[in-house]
């Protein structure tokens, strides 16, 4: 797979901040703890489930749905391996990234070409074995490429996280966590589970922080 991950890295494109030097502990974790207290408390195992696919859904971006995972990615981005975004639908502000405690030397942003391109980049990136973290924003994802992408996760040993329209709370997943972002200030995030292996569906409010901006332009379209 580590072919699969090099192929990725060639695509035109992707950034990175520097050649990939793989250190640290390359062990997997069960959970990965959130940062956030109140969010740590309601899930088994006290964090985001490691090895596996967590959906945040929510309306519109820039809503905080990055402020909820920054904790977990600063404390992944020093574990040696890759952080991955995969068709992030803005441009990562890299200031407000490293001002959360994102190493920016372990960043890897890729924006395909179409939307086949995006499901492939994503699955390989969390099948190498190479990335921590893959932050993902596909514009459609049926029952089967959540499948693929859950066993990827898994054969990974990485944490995947997608970001989908709230509408598609309405579908089936196989993720093994599911949250809906709610409105939220810059104080507070208002989040519901509304799946998690282990607790019942329920409501959490977690306090936040300001933070800089993470988006400095207009959403990047992504053909169909």
Known sequence: MKEAIHELLDQPGIWRANDPQRGGSDAALDHIPSGFAALDRVLPGGGFPGSALTEILHEGHGVGELRLVMPALARLSRSGRWIAMIAPPFVPYAPALAAQGIDLSRLLIVHPGDQPQALWSIEQALRSGTCAAVLAWPSRCD??????????????????????????????????????????????????????????????????????????????????
């Open 143 to 224: 029952d089967r490429s959540l499948r693929r992408l859950q066993l990827a996760a898994e054969s990974g040993d990485s944490l995947a996280l997608l970001f989908r329209d709230a509408a598609a709370a309405q579908e089936r997943s196989p993720a093994a966590l599911r949250l809906a972002l709610g409105e939220s200030s810059a104080q507070q995030l208002n989040l519901r589970v509304l799946k998690c292996r282990g607790t019942p569906p329920g409501s959490v409010a977690l306090d936040s922080w300001s933070t800089a901006p993470v988006r400095t332009q207009q959403p990047l379209p992504l053909e169909d």
